[in-house]
């Protein structure tokens, strides 16, 4: 069964501006995960942030974590057109990922 | 990086053939290997997990009988969807991890087709 629910499930924004997406889930985990996925491709995994960790940062991304909301988001700051894609939470435990239904971002040039 | 190929990247086989999917870790000797399905516009749903040199452990709902999984090598499962029908046409997604990594790598998927 699906954990992660993403939100929101459609993102449309300007390149240049920021984007947020948030995701929750429902159980415990060990750690949480980001992916992005190109259309017809496979999973790139952007970054993950562990149970006791609060926030984590590569690049452009930023990732937080916030356990008693059973919540995070995800950052991707200064957009580009390669952004474009659809990005996926992933609620890591006992070594399985559960992932939401993902939210589909674009970025128009 | 950790890099992990399928193949074949796409198949059409005819209703009530085999097909068989091949996932290998390139680099990096993998314990564990995931098989996930995708329909389109929808999320990763796993199947199954599999561990080299043991059977693999099906996830609810998934027939063990149908999508055989064989993880002979720490670089290397294989799925094959057995007696293949049109209900089982979907972008198959495998995925790698090492034995000390919360990490997975995945695959750049399979779309098959069943005609």
């Known amino acids: 069964s699906q954990q992660g629910e993403e939100d929101p499930q459609a993102l449309s924004i300007q390149e240049g501006e920021n984007a947020t997406m948030n995701c929750s889930y429902k159980?415990?985990?060990?750690?949480l995960q980001w992916y992005r996925q190109n259309s017809g491709r496979g999973l790139v995994h952007l970054i993950l942030i562990r149970s006791n960790e609060r926030e984590k940062h590569s690049g452009r991304l930023r990732v937080t974590l916030d356990t008693s909301k059973k919540s995070s988001s995800l950052l991707i700051t200064a957009s580009r057109a390669a952004d474009t894609a659809s990005y996926f939470c992933a609620t890591g435990a006992n070594s399985k990922l559960t992932f939401g239904k993902g939210i589909t971002l674009s970025v128009r040039p | 990086g950790a890099v992990v190929s399928q193949h074949p990247s796409w198949v059409i086989c005819k209703s009530g053939t085999s097909v068989k999917i091949e996932c290998r870790s390139l680099?990096?000797?993998?314990?564990?290997m995931f098989w996930y399905r995708q329909f389109p516009k929808q999320s990763l749903m796993l199947m199954a997990t599999?561990?080299?040199?043991?059977?693999?452990?099906?996830e609810q709902g998934v027939e063990k009988d149908k999508f055989l999984i064989n993880h002979a090598s720490l670089t290397l499962s294989t799925l094959t969807v057995t007696s293949a029908h049109p209900e089982d046409s979907s972008f198959y997604i495998c995925s790698a991890a090492g034995s000390s990594s919360y990490e997975q790598y995945f695959g750049p998927g399979t779309r098959l087709t069943v005609t």
């Open positions: 159980t415990s985990i060990n750690n």
């Open positions: 599999s561990n080299e040199g043991s059977k693999a452990t099906y």
């Open positions: 680099d990096f000797q993998a314990t564990t």
